[in-house]
């Protein structure tokens, strides 16, 4: 009786500990961010934003979002998500392009989940 309750929490240890390590999933946060604009007469503006994710977690897809807000009105003119793999400890670079109007002044936003 007393090995399987030495085994139950040896597992119950190992799950838990598991747990810690983040192979539940990845856990990221953006820990660099940057934007430039481009103008052209066939495109008009666009936002060239730039986002470094950390994934402190485990293995696993990670969702960034990158939103252009403009000032004056605090609407968001436009929105884009996507999906990249990022291994546990490890950063990448994601590149999104958000598309703005001449003449009007934009803050962006970025997300991971």
């Known amino acids: 009786m007393s090995k399987r309750i030495l085994i139950l929490g040896l597992v119950a240890v190992l799950v838990l500990a598991t747990g810690c390590m983040g192979l ?3 856990n ?4 660099q961010d940057s934007a430039t604009t481009d103008i052209s007469l066939s495109k008009g503006l666009m936002y060239n934003v730039n986002a470094e994710v950390q994934n402190d977690g485990g293995d696993g897809d990670v969702t960034v979002t990158a939103a252009l807000i403009d000032e004056e009105k605090g609407f968001t003119r436009d929105q884009v998500s996507t999906k990249v793999f990022i291994p546990a400890g490890e950063t990448k670079r994601v590149s999104i392009t958000l598309d703005g109007d001449i003449g009007r002044k934009y803050q962006y936003r970025i997300e991971v989940s």
């Open 24 to 26: 539940g999933g990845p």
């Open 28 to 31: 990221p946060r953006v820990v």
